[in-house]
């Protein structure tokens, strides 16, 4: 269980990293870019902060197969809802699927580099 939460742990530290930059980002812009633009930013964003983590920490806090698949699915999904929350919050807009969707492929991303890559002998 206590690995369950440092994953989570670690990508909410990479998650309030992305939302502090991108939305800092975001006022400047003038005109709304494409979705399928955003996604793949905030895609090549959670790659680069999965190697990132490996670099930081190079063994997957969970070790066993069937933790880490569900860390896979869940993780994700937590983050989505903690993007969307987080945005709802600051901006008093209420809860926004295209918010959820960037923290949920952010995360994603940084959950298939960490799954794939992670050493967990």
Do not use: C
Request: aromatic share 16%.
């Amino acid at each position: 269980m206590i690995e369950f939460i440092f994953e989570v742990l670690l990508q909410l530290v990479f998650e309030i990293l992305e939302v502090v930059f991108t939305s800092g980002a975001g006022k400047r812009q003038r005109e709304p870019q494409s979705p399928i633009v955003t996604a793949i930013i905030y895609i090549a964003f959670g790659i680069m902060a999965g190697f990132i983590s490996l670099w930081i920490f190079p063994q997957a806090f969970i070790h066993s197969n069937l933790g880490r698949v569900a860390n896979l699915i869940l993780t994700p999904l937590l983050m989505g809802l903690f993007a969307a929350a987080f945005s709802a919050w600051r901006t008093g807009d209420g809860l926004r699927l295209w918010r959820f969707i960037n923290g949920y492929v952010f995360a994603m991303s940084l959950a298939l580099v960490r799954f794939y890559t992670a050493s967990h002998a």
